[in-house]
């Protein structure tokens, strides 16, 4: 009787949950997979297919694309690695008490903010007619107005930018919990920076390091808004075609197709880096 | 080493992350069209905002939207996080494993699966299919949300109540919606804000029929910067600050 109750209790609880997981989220994706298989043989006849695949590896234009935004991705998780690093380990190790609460809800404030209003706030700053330029040549080190926007630097900058946060936070989470004396010890034995670095602190933060490449990589690579506001009409970014062929051309099986290799290859990429760093994704996770 | 290159350093990256913000605060109360001369202190680009129907219409719509959406992700997300914390059933890990997934995967991804499914059902583009997107994108932060709450609750408290002769329904009315509570608040505020600010799965789940606000800034900005964006943008930002400040606020006092 007892168990019977609660087995209700739980199927009451549970059902809204496992409608939504049904219907808006595994429904749609089977639907986008359906999509992805169709190919078009002429206005109102479709027929199956993989044809949108094999588009995707013989139509250089798509894979170049997914190359290139791989490749900055990766690029912009790295980079993002190198400059929250220290971060973190200030506010974890060298930062003491009221300061310490302070300078981390100092960082985590800005992402507050929308990502489409923190965009637009760089382009303020980047454009031909923004601060930067003028500054630039009211310091007499430009004649003229200079565009900073539209290129791939600024497209890296306000990637990293989104980015940031995601990367502190892990490695803040991970250098809190490690042992002073690990490092003291490092240097007792007659260590270096580098070697105290490699050798101990590194593999010590390893945890936090991947959670947060996973997460920043991630959203690097799916991001959509920086690339094209940054970025401008040539930014080459994946999910711009994506939207492209889903809104502009209405060709939707090449776009479901597309959506499907964007999930498949960052799954494989992802992967491929806890292969690489030794890590699982439950432990990364937690 | 050195203390002065840890300070700079960090004095320097905090700088940058807080320059593109402030600029847009500042600029959104500048008399002078350009970006980049100040001419003067002026609300003008507040009033040309609230001076044109279409956008009053949008922030409301906007609002609307977040508070249904956050309404209905909270209501989900907390019968959702009460099952996953009081029962051990088969599949469990699995279902929590899809909260990740899906708060990892594109959005681009999930707004085009949700276009493909909405069309396949003749669903019209309007305010059914943004709220069933945003309750889709904001459910797993919710859930996340108050699951983090409730594992660092006391086992013995329903426990005792139920030894006192509570019912399931009675024990729950007063000790577990209580304890639960701040995190129940803080994931609405969340939700609304995730709500509120999205722009890509809205893009792709909207109709003419409902106009919202973070679509009409992001046209603007596609199109060519104006001043009112800065303004715009600066609502926002206050908006979300407030609502988000609010949740920690609440999370951090309920803790005590």
């Excluded at chain 1, 803040?172 to 490092?183: A, H, P, Q, R, S």
């Amino acid at each position: 009787m007892r168990s019977s109750v609660s087995r209700l209790s739980l199927w009451l609880l549970l059902t809204p949950f496992l409608l939504w997981i049904v219907l808006l989220v595994l429904l749609p994706h089977l639907q986008m997979l359906r999509v992805s298989f169709l190919v078009r043989e002429s206005w109102d006849t479709l027929a199956w297919g993989f044809e949108q695949y094999q588009n995707f590896f013989t139509e250089s234009y798509y894979w170049r694309t997914f190359v290139r935004t791989g490749v900055m991705s990766l690029f912009t998780t790295f980079l993002t690695l190198i400059i929250a690093f220290p971060i973190a380990w200030y506010i974890a190790r060298l930062a003491r008490g009221r300061s310490k609460g302070i300078l981390f809800l100092a960082c985590l404030i800005p992402f507050w903010a929308s990502e489409l209003v923190r965009t637009y706030g760089w382009m303020i700053l980047l454009r031909e007619s923004g601060l930067f330029s003028s500054w630039l040549q009211a310091l007499g080190w430009a004649d003229g107005p200079v565009e900073m926007l539209y290129n791939d630097v600024a497209v890296i900058i306000g990637l990293v930018y989104n980015g940031l946060l995601f990367m502190v936070v892990p490695l803040v989470t991970t250098l809190d919990g490690m042992d002073e004396n690990l490092v003291e010890a490092g240097y007792d034995l007659g260590g270096g920076h580098g070697t105290v670095l490699r050798e101990i602190v590194v593999p010590w933060a390893m945890p936090g390091i991947v959670s947060g490449c996973i997460v920043v990589f991630m959203l690097t690579l799916g991001s959509y808004l920086t690339p094209v506001l940054m970025g401008g009409k040539d930014s080459a970014w994946f999910t711009e075609q994506i939207f492209t062929q889903f809104i502009t051309r209405f060709n939707w099986e090449q776009g479901a197709a597309l959506g499907v290799l964007l999930l498949i290859l960052s799954s494989v990429i992802v992967w491929l880096g806890l292969k690489i760093s030794g890590q699982s994704l439950r432990k990364v996770m937690g | 080493m050195t203390r002065w290159l840890p300070r700079t350093y960090l004095t320097l990256v905090y700088i940058l992350l807080y320059v593109p913000i402030v600029v847009l605060v500042v600029f959104s109360f500048n008399e002078s069209r350009t970006g980049y001369a100040w001419g003067g202190l002026s609300l003008r680009w507040y009033e040309a905002l609230f001076n044109n129907r279409a956008m009053v219409t949008a922030m409301w719509n906007s609002l609307w939207l977040a508070l249904s959406a956050a309404t209905v992700s909270t209501v989900i997300g907390a019968l959702t996080a009460l099952a996953l914390h009081r029962y051990r059933f088969r599949g469990k890990k699995l279902l929590n494993g899809m909260l990740f997934v899906v708060m990892m995967s594109p959005e681009i991804v999930l707004a085009i699966s949700l276009l493909a499914l909405f069309l396949l059902v003749g669903l019209q583009l309007g305010y059914v299919s943004l709220l069933l997107a945003h309750v889709t994108f904001c459910l797993p932060f919710v859930v996340i949300t108050v699951m983090a709450r409730l594992s660092g609750f006391d086992e013995s408290l329903p426990e005792a109540a139920r030894d006192l002769g509570a019912s399931d329904f009675t024990m729950t009315r007063t000790v577990l919606i209580p304890v639960i509570m701040p995190a129940l608040l803080a994931g609405w505020l969340l939700g609304f804000t995730l709500s509120l600010d999205d722009v890509v799965v809205s893009t792709f789940v909207s109709g003419p029929s409902y106009e919202i606000l973070p679509l009409r800034i992001y046209s603007m900005v596609r199109v060519g910067l104006k001043p009112e964006v800065n303004a715009l943008g600066t609502l926002l930002l206050v908006f979300s600050l407030v609502m988000l400040m609010l949740s920690q606020w609440i999370l951090v006092r309920s803790k005590r």
